[in-house]
């Protein structure tokens, strides 16, 4: 059974500071891996998406990675900025389109 | 292009009612699959449907149910609400297109249902 945790729970970074967000899986037979993003009271939106075949995606300041062997993703961001506050999530895919996700990294960028 | 979109948004109900959620899917997708996301938590798999028939299911009872239209377009019905019903119920869509059968979820805003 696929369980997905995600570490820290929460998140207090002075603006300007790099961050990294970790994910962890517990099944490496994984279709994809999918970062969002959730702001108070709101849907989630898609952030970045890795393919089981890939290692790394990219986009602006976001960098997600996935290393299947050790059960592993993480999401950096560069430079925060204020609105970059919110809830990210991640969340592995099976090859059924079937989303198991973690419980989430509050994040709180301070200017 | 519309995104996923979901109504209503916001419903307040009692104890041992029954509730319809309705969404839209992204332009060109087929796929549409429920989530519940309780406070603070994560989002929870309910069900997924595709072709009009319910594909895969979660671990949830029953009570929840849910229906696709040839649009594309879905329902979610509870029956016999409890309290623990209260959280945010999303509506995710995908395509499914070449060699990946499933790609990317987009998820509308979300209904967020009370019970009382």
């Known amino acids: 059974k696929q369980e997905v945790t995600q570490i820290p729970a929460a998140l207090s970074v002075p603006e300007g500071e790099n961050l990294v967000l970790n994910c962890s899986f517990t099944d490496s037979a994984i279709y994809n891996l999918q970062w969002f993003r959730q702001d108070p009271g709101k849907g989630l939106t898609s952030l970045l998406l890795i393919q089981s075949s890939q290692r790394e995606q990219t986009s602006g300041r976001l960098n997600a990675s996935l290393d299947k062997s050790s059960g592993r993703s993480t999401l950096y961001i560069a430079a925060s900025q204020p609105g970059d506050s919110a809830t990210y999530l991640c969340a592995a895919s099976s090859n059924t389109g079937k989303l198991i996700f973690g419980q989430g990294t509050t994040l709180q960028v301070k200017p | 292009d519309a995104g996923v979109t979901q109504s209503p948004t916001h419903l307040i109900k009692t104890r041992g009612q029954q509730v319809t959620l309705r969404c839209s899917p992204k332009s060109g997708h087929d796929t549409v699959s429920w989530y519940q996301q309780a406070l603070g938590q994560g989002p929870q798999f309910i069900f997924q449907?595709?072709?009009?028939?319910?594909?895969q299911r979660g671990n949830f009872p029953d009570r929840f149910s849910g229906h696709q239209f040839p649009n594309y377009s879905s329902e979610l019905n509870v029956n016999a609400l409890l309290l623990g019903d209260s959280a945010l119920y999303l509506c995710a869509s995908s395509p499914t297109s070449g060699r990946a059968l499933f790609g990317e979820l987009f998820f509308g805003e979300g209904s967020r249902l009370t019970v009382l």
């Open positions: 449907y595709y072709e009009e028939e319910e594909r």
